[in-house]
């Protein structure tokens, strides 16, 4: 029996909801679905018009519900190189900390977010590989290097310890700086 539309949007909040602990790309979702890749992305961006916690990360598909009361979140201004990264990023993640997404604020279209949702060493290698792969370009080299990440981590103390790093490494740009 096929699906309707809208019980496939539902079955997809479903899964998303279920999935814990690495999002589904677009393309389990179509082979799931019996559909396109287009008809998941549109599903997705029907879904989010609605209202529904649903985040695209380049890994694939997360649904971001109630926030866990448990998590602290804090953003972050750093500025390096674009070949530095993967050593950013793996620095982070080391400490505990969840690389929601990076920021810039672009001099013409303002602010511009792109979702990274990186929480280990592997989410890091597979940006770093994607990015190498599609010869694209980082935000932070629109900006010279400066950039923002929201962070999300199980404590302060892990936020602070992550700073300490990032500080050491150069990468943190602080009101001193």
Same mark, same amino acid.
């Given at each position: 029996?096929? %699906? ?12 998303? +909801?279920? *999935?814990?602990?690495?999002? @589904?790309? $677009?393309?389990? !979702? ?7 890749? *287009?008809?998941?992305? +549109?599903?997705?961006?029907? !879904?989010?018009? $609605?209202?529904?916690?649903?985040? #695209? ?7 971001? $519900? /109630?926030?866990?009361? *448990?998590?602290?979140?804090? @953003? ?10 993967? +050593?950013? %990023? ?13 920021? @810039? ?8 977010? $792109? +979702? ?18 599609? *010869? /694209? ?15 999300? #981590? ?7 310890? /992550? /700073?300490?790093? %990032?500080?050491? #490494? ?8």
């Amino acid at each position: 029996m096929k %699906l309707t539309a809208r019980e496939r949007r539902n079955d997809m909040i479903r899964l998303l +909801q279920k *999935q814990k602990e690495a999002p @589904i790309s $677009g393309s389990q !979702l179509a082979n799931h679905f019996s559909v396109s890749r *287009q008809v998941v992305v +549109q599903d997705m961006s029907l !879904l989010k018009a $609605g209202g529904h916690p649903v985040l #695209a990360t380049s890994q694939g598909y997360v649904w971001r $519900g /109630a926030p866990n009361n *448990q998590q602290y979140e804090r @953003i972050v201004v750093c500025q390096h190189r674009p070949e530095e990264s993967e +050593q950013e %990023l793996t620095l982070l993640v080391d400490h505990g900390i969840t690389v929601k997404d990076v920021m @810039i604020e672009h001099p013409v279209y303002g602010e511009l977010t $792109g +979702q990274l949702m990186v929480k280990s060493r592997k989410d890091v290698e597979r940006f770093v590989s994607q990015m190498n792969s599609a *010869q /694209a370009s980082y935000l932070s080299e629109l900006t010279d290097g400066i950039h923002m990440h929201t962070l999300e #981590a199980d404590s302060e103390d892990d936020f602070d310890a /992550a /700073a300490k790093a %990032l500080e050491q #490494a150069g990468f943190l740009v602080t009101s001193d700086s």
